[in-house]
């Protein structure tokens, strides 16, 4: 197991509400109207194991076996599949079964040295888990995690792209201040991200979160490979031209200090995909957010369900 292993028993009900806002299963919309009745059909939790790669998927099933598209989601910096509990619950029991990655070395995967791992081992992590989706999968990435999804494009048939805050590809990057590179440790924590103070200040930065937001962030970050950093901020490429012609999402926040709303409509423009904006969250508030990600996952299906998928 990786640096943070929480065992805590996961409630199903709670984190995967139809768009109350607070991420509970009944009660009204955001709209104010009726909650979706699909969202307290049962849940069952399952597994996926790449061995030879140590790596674990967790997986979030409707009660019968769905037709629609399946969801590979992958994590970004220092995060794991901890991170898509509220999309897992949300989408679920309306019929989309979930898969989310734990990279090499982080949350329920095996441990890993992390200064012998690098982009191109998480390509190839990603690679492997996307071999266990049962169909061409709708893949969503956050952060690190939609370069990880770009590069899964074009290698591999999928059904859509959707990239949450995600790191740009090198061919919109700006050569980043020596400093910045050449100080990065080999491996390194939340101190790195700026998630390491008090939670009322990180409240006060990210105030689309709660303070229960907050403490959960700061307690799971686990740790991460300075190399994949390194060639995060140097750029990694993405042939554009051999993505898969697939229908394309970019979600961006107006909050978000690691990558910025503005970068996340070029990339959208570059891709030529749909682009969604919200203008009052954060990096996490995006995915996580108590009070938010109900937010995310509904314009998400609204996007899903345009495209039949």
């Known amino acids: 197991m990786s640096d943070f292993d929480d065992s805590r028993p996961i409630d199903v009900t709670a984190v995967g509400g139809p768009g109350t806002g607070n991420g509970h299963g009944s009660g009204n919309g955001h709209d104010g109207t009726p909650a979706d009745p699909r969202a307290n059909r049962p849940i069952r939790k399952d597994e996926r194991i790449v061995s030879e790669r140590g790596l674990y998927i967790e997986s979030w099933l409707p009660e019968r076996r769905s037709r629609r598209k399946p969801l590979y989601l992958l994590h970004g910096e220092l995060g794991g599949s901890w991170l898509w509990h509220r999309f897992l619950g949300y989408f679920a029991p309306r019929g989309w079964e979930g898969h989310a990655l734990n990279l090499r070395g982080h949350y329920w995967s095996e441990t890993a040295d992390f200064a012998e791992i690098d982009m191109t081992t998480y ?55 020596a400093h910045m590179v050449r100080l990065l440790p080999q491996r390194y924590q939340r101190e790195l991200l700026g998630w390491d103070g008090p939670i009322d200040a990180l409240q006060r930065a990210n105030p689309d979160l709660t303070s229960d937001d907050v403490m959960r962030i700061q307690h799971m970050l686990g740790a991460e490979s300075g190399a994949a950093r390194r060639q995060m901020l140097e750029g990694v490429e993405v042939e554009r031209e051999e993505l898969a012609d697939v229908p394309r999402l970019v979600i961006g926040g107006g909050l978000d200090q690691s990558f910025p709303d503005a970068d996340s409509h070029r990339l959208a423009e570059w891709l030529n995909a749909d682009y969604i904006s919200f203008s009052d ?14 937010r995310v996952t509904d314009a998400l299906r609204s996007f899903i369900e345009s495209h039949r998928l």
């Open 123 to 177: 390509i190839e992590d990603t690679l492997a888990g996307a071999e266990l989706m049962p169909r061409p999968p709708i893949v969503i990435g956050h952060g690190m995690g939609g370069l990880l999804a770009m590069r899964l494009a074009q290698a591999k048939p999928i059904s859509a792209l959707v990239l949450i805050s995600p790191a740009l590809p090198a061919q919109l990057l700006e050569p980043p201040p």
């Open 281 to 294: 969250m954060s990096h996490y508030g995006l995915v996580t957010g108590e009070n938010t990600a109900g």
